[in-house]
């Protein structure tokens, strides 16, 4: 048997690759297959004895253990070929290889078995520093964004990114490292460390208001049984200013600096099948922020939920039901911050209303909310007439919609029977029918007819077509 | 916003009266507050209470952040927002408020000068003496100026507007000089003024001008604080008609209005 490049499994012939799907079954080879497999493929019980990786230069090989290991399960040349398949996609999704190539070939030496098979793993590692350059224009604003990636720093696939953008009106920086537990490269599935540092800023025309964070933060995220957890601290520099001289008294009155110090945990279980278009499948994310006890000026105790439920009806239609809802709860005698509440509206929650356009307002300026909950009843069906089925087409989704929502201020003195009362009255609605366009499989864009319901005054609203873009949606 | 709607809300505000609810904010009286601060606060209360306008003081922590120029103090008044002396006195004359009305061109001119003069040098020495004397800047500046915020924010907040004041003394030629050079300065400034006025009881005889405010809102300011050293209230001390000057408007416009 000579030398196979198993670079993918593509020239394989039909039959061998059914067969090799059913190797599960094959774990325990019963005689009688085998021999119809050697038959077949000329293939007989195989023993992978050494599995060699060539091209490391920082790269320690411990990390990569983990990766590969599944190659010694191997029992037959077609599984050997699936599992170093597989490993050499584990190997490049670490995203510390620009090229993996995969070699077996019949052992030698003097241990070599005569049924013995060697894997070689020929890597081609990335460059130690890696950059990138681009311009942006938009928002008035013209800015020129400096990357600069180090993606296997002490050569166990640790990634420091270091973003610069220098603008015509702000610049802006964010440090991050990134720490994988080896063996569980996936975020999800795996104790991963994060630590930031960073500089944002961020201009809020719906409040007339303008935001500089600076910060650091530590995050470290694990799975739990069903769940994924994120354990963070955050210690926030804000800036708050006005974005004009005509804001409001009210937005005018919380310029200035102040420190946040927080500590925050996240829970969620996520099993649907897609983020942007699931068909079945819940999402249960739950947040909640404690400030204050590690020092800093800001002090609160925020809880904010989401729940997503979706459900495949007739003819590729889902039904998706979304509840969101959130409260913060000011420790000591300070009031809440503008930055800290929640705010609500726009074309990715509240559709029909203007962005974050709904609840408390001075002189049109939005002051958001100390409270608030929004639903969505969504009905997705695949574009009328299917144009594009199965390719450029499923891209689309038109959709029917039913929101709801609501933000005030809550008196925290008053019983939870008077908060629900609250919370309540003047609820906002809308529905409408639109198109939805997924990007990739983080955003979507939404192009909607709304009719906005229970305006309230001071509300601001987008009656008729609407646009919007985003990542996270009601 | 534009020129023409600049112009177009001021033209408004002229034709609104003075709101009884008018409020002065300034940063906190009791442990925030610095000396050239102060000295600004208190010639907008002098100059708004010559005038006959009621104002409210508010003190706010943020005070110097929420100002539109980033100045103290500033004045909201309606829906207007207004900082600083010079533009607030421009606002009450479009109100139909103002002391200089009845001076003719000389004496206008003579009344720019002097608050120039005023500005320059007081003003300036004042922030010198702030921050640029490392003493006075460790023991009082740096820490009342951060007593609102939090470690480490208050240190950063602090040495960046030390920082901030030193690159400005720098700019305009003041870097290179030494205490008693600020304080010779300010001797420099207070005979001026003290010739100027001579035995008039105001710098523009019988009535009081902006002038007057913002002289008496330095002086009255640096004779009254504590600072790390008493030269600078002592230079002040050797004119004897400014410190009659300065009682007289203590007792015409601040002690009859709050018994």
Redesign the interface.
């Known amino acids: 048997m000579g030398t196979v490049h198993a670079k993918s499994l593509d020239p394989l012939p039909m039959h061998g690759r059914d067969l090799g799907i059913n190797n599960d079954d094959l774990m325990e080879p019963p005689e009688h297959e085998q021999e119809s497999k050697q038959e077949i493929l000329e293939n007989k019980d195989v023993v992978v004895q050494h599995v060699n990786i060539q091209g490391l230069g920082r790269t320690k090989e411990d990390l990569l253990g983990y990766e590969i290991s599944d190659v010694f399960l191997a029992r037959n040349l077609i599984d050997v070929m699936k599992k170093a398949h597989l490993a050499r996609q584990r190997l490049l999704r670490l995203g510390i290889f620009k090229d993996v190539e995969v070699l077996i070939d019949t052992s030698e030496g003097t241990d070599a078995l005569p049924n013995g098979l060697d894997v070689t793993f020929e890597v081609t590692e990335i460059k130690r520093l890696t950059g990138s350059y681009n311009t942006m224009v938009g928002n008035n604003e013209g800015s020129m964004v400096l990357g600069l990636k180090l993606p296997n720093m002490f050569g166990r696939a640790e990634k420091l990114t270091f973003q610069f953008s220098y603008g015509t009106k702000e610049t802006s920086y964010g440090l991050s490292f990134f720490k994988p537990q080896p063996g569980y490269f996936e975020r999800k599935y795996g104790h991963n460390l994060t630590l930031n540092m960073y500089k944002v800023t961020g201009q809020f025309p719906w409040s007339s208001l303008k935001e500089t964070d600076r910060g650091v933060s530590a995050e470290l995220s694990f799975p739990f049984g069903m769940t994924n957890h994120t354990l963070k601290w955050e210690g926030v520099?804000r800036e708050?200013?006005?974005l004009?001289?005509?804001a409001s008294?009210a937005v005018?009155?919380e310029?200035?600096?102040?420190?946040k110090s927080a500590i925050s945990h996240t829970m969620s279980v996520d099993t649907r099948n897609s983020a942007i278009f699931p068909s079945r499948g819940a999402l249960l994310r739950i947040n909640q922020e404690l400030a204050g006890y590690t020092?800093?000026?800001a002090s609160f105790l925020k809880e904010d939920f989401e729940l997503q439920l979706n459900r495949r009806l007739f003819w590729d239609s889902v039904l998706s039901l979304s509840l969101w809802g959130g409260m913060l709860y000011p420790i000591g005698s300070e009031t809440s911050c503008i930055a800290d509440r929640f705010y609500l509206g726009g074309p990715t929650s509240v559709r029909g209303f203007g962005m974050y356009s709904i609840g408390p307002q001075s002189?049109g300026d939005y002051l958001g909310g100390e409270a608030y909950w929004a639903g969505g009843l969504h009905l997705y069906t695949p574009l009328p007439f299917r144009p594009g089925k199965g390719g450029f087409g499923d891209l689309f989704r038109t959709h029917f919609f039913l929101n709801a929502g609501n933000l005030c201020n809550l008196n925290y003195g008053d019983g939870p029977q008077a908060h629900l009362q609250k919370l309540a009255e003047c609820i906002r609605w809308s529905y409408g029918v639109g198109i939805v366009l997924r990007l990739g499989n983080i955003a979507r864009l939404e192009l909607n007819y709304c009719v906005p319901m229970g305006v309230q005054s001071g509300d601001r609203i987008c009656d008729g077509v609407q646009f919007g873009a985003g990542i996270r949606f009601l | 916003?534009s020129l023409a709607a600049d112009a177009f809300v001021s033209q408004i505000a002229a034709a609104e009266p003075w709101p009884e609810n008018a409020t002065l904010y300034q940063p906190l009286k009791e442990d925030q507050i610095l000396l050239s601060d102060c000295a600004s606060s208190l010639a907008v209360q002098a100059y708004l209470r010559m005038c006959g306008l009621p104002v409210q003081v508010v003190c706010?922590?943020?005070a110097?952040?929420?100002s539109?120029s980033g100045k103290i103090p500033f004045i909201?008044v309606g829906?207007q927002?207004v900082s600083e002396l010079g533009p607030i006195v421009q606002f009450t004359k479009a109100k139909g408020h103002s002391l200089s009305d009845g001076l003719d061109d000389v004496q206008r001119a003579e009344l720019k000068a002097y608050m120039e003069l005023v500005n320059n040098m007081l003003l300036t020495a004042e922030l010198y003496v702030q921050w640029c004397d490392d003493a006075t800047a460790a023991e009082i500046s740096r820490p009342r100026y951060s007593s609102p915020?939090?470690?480490?924010?208050s240190n950063?907040?602090s040495y960046q507007r030390q920082w901030e004041v030193r690159r400005k003394m720098n700019a305009i030629g003041w870097g290179a000089k030494n205490l008693e050079q600020v304080y010779e300065d300010v001797s420099q400034c207070c005979q001026a003024l003290s010739q100027r006025l001579g035995t008039q009881p105001f710098f523009f005889n019988k009535q009081p001008t902006e002038l007057d405010a913002l002289v008496f809102g330095h002086l009255f300011t640096i004779l009254t604080t504590r600072l790390t050293s008493t030269e600078l209230a002592e230079r002040i001390k050797s004119y004897s008609n400014l410190l009659s000057f300065c009682r007289r408007i203590e007792q015409t416009y601040f002690e009859d209005k709050s018994s």
Do not use: Q
Not at chain 1, 255 to 259: F, I, N, P, Y
């Open positions: 520099w708050l200013g006005c004009a001289r005509s008294f005018r009155e310029s200035g600096h102040s420190l020092g800093g000026d002189e | 916003m706010r922590a943020n110097e952040y929420m539109p909201h829906n927002v915020y939090s470690w480490p924010l950063i907040l």
